[in-house]
């Protein structure tokens, strides 16, 4: 680095100049001629800027700027053996619970030099076996799942990859490789009890049919029959409606319930969504809310504090989440040894209004 650094002082960049080879591709030894430094300095800044001198990654960053340089990325992975990409899947892009993860997960990848390969799954585990051989096929650094693996063959592939792996929103004893999630069954039952101190006396439901959602439902259902509230599970007024679910699908879930001529003074909701749908449809038939039926929803997105009244929910650090799943893929690819492979980060019961 002396030489090079002996070189930034020597005089500026040259001006309005393009190198290039008979292929007319600016490359990098193009960039380490007109920055004065040399082609493993201007690696660096573009694989691990951490460590170089800031003054000499701006000097690189300004001689790329000038020759409009894009790093060839696959000959750069076929060299290092590292493609610097991470795929992510989620359950469905448009999905606004997993907002916050992603945006994480980018920033944090990001600031490693790494790029975020995003795949929708979709909810159904049919095609997980294809899905996940077809990302390991297109060698990434790095694989996120906002899921657990549900297959025992696709866990075998995923293991037998060496890819480092990390399962996020969910738990599961038995982790393909890392974890960072939650348990669902404790936040159902963590509402079952808000309910309940709130006064309500006959519970219903409206769920999602989602493996996520269905484990919420669980730990919902197991705490009201403990504490005395259903007899049984098949006590419990339930509208289960085919996810992802818009608004819509929580007003006619609600319809549902209450064509039934069931009587019940509290609804969960498995998502916000719905949550919100059914606020609408009570109010549109002058039901109070929560004088009448209370209303708990689940993700706390955006507009949850706004409605009227504002939604009680469940609040999941999806930030959190994709920071500590990125981190993890970072260290990972870095060698460095991963102690705490699973980390449960709870959830948080956010109090409002409806209920």
């Known amino acids: 680095m002396s030489q090079d650094r002996q070189k930034l002082s020597s005089g500026n960049l040259v001006s309005n100049k393009r190198y290039r080879r008979g292929s007319g591709r600016t490359t990098l030894a193009d960039v380490a001629k007109v920055a004065g430094v040399s082609a493993q300095t201007v690696s660096r800044v573009l694989n691990n800027p951490q460590a170089v001198p800031p003054p000499t990654v701006l000097h690189v960053r300004a001689a790329i700027e000038q020759l409009r340089y894009v790093p060839n990325r696959i000959a750069g992975s076929l060299a290092s053996g590292r493609s610097k990409l991470v795929a ?68 075998q592939r995923l293991s ?47 769920t999602g049919n989602d493996p996520r959602a269905r484990r919420r439902r669980d730990g919902y259902v197991r705490r009201l029959v403990a504490r005395g509230m259903l007899r049984d599970i098949d006590e419990l007024p339930v509208a289960e409606v085919s996810t992802p679910a818009p608004m819509g699908h929580g007003r006619r879930a609600l319809q549902a319930l209450l064509a039934r001529g069931v009587d019940f003074d509290g609804v969960f909701c498995s998502t916000d969504m719905l949550a919100l749908g059914a606020l609408i449809e009570a109010r549109d038939r002058n039901i109070q809310v929560p004088e009448r039926l209370a209303v708990v929803g689940f993700g706390d997105l955006v507009v949850a504090a706004d409605t009227s009244p504002a ?16 981190q993890c893929i970072i260290d990972r690819a870095s060698g460095v040894q991963i102690v705490d492979k699973t980390v449960d980060i709870g959830f948080e019961l956010v109090i409002r209004d409806s209920a």
């Open 88 to 155: 992510a899947l989620v359950p469905a892009i448009a999905s606004p619970v997993f907002l916050q993860t992603l945006e994480a997960l980018t920033q944090v990848l990001a600031r490693s030099g790494y790029q975020l390969m995003l795949g929708e799954s979709g909810y159904d585990d049919a095609d997980e076996v294809q899905l996940l051989e077809n990302i390991i096929s297109r060698g990434p650094d790095g694989i996120v799942l906002t899921r657990v693996v549900q297959s025992e063959l696709a866990r």
């Open 160 to 206: 037998n990859s060496g890819i480092p792996v990390v399962e996020t929103w969910d738990l599961t004893d038995r982790p393909v490789d890392m974890l960072v999630g939650f348990s669902h069954e404790r936040a159902g039952e963590a509402v079952a009890d808000l309910l309940i101190s709130r006064g309500v006396r006959r519970p219903a439901l409206i």
């Open 311 to 326: 939604l009680t929910t469940v609040r999941i650090d999806g930030y959190k989440m994709g920071t500590l799943a990125g």
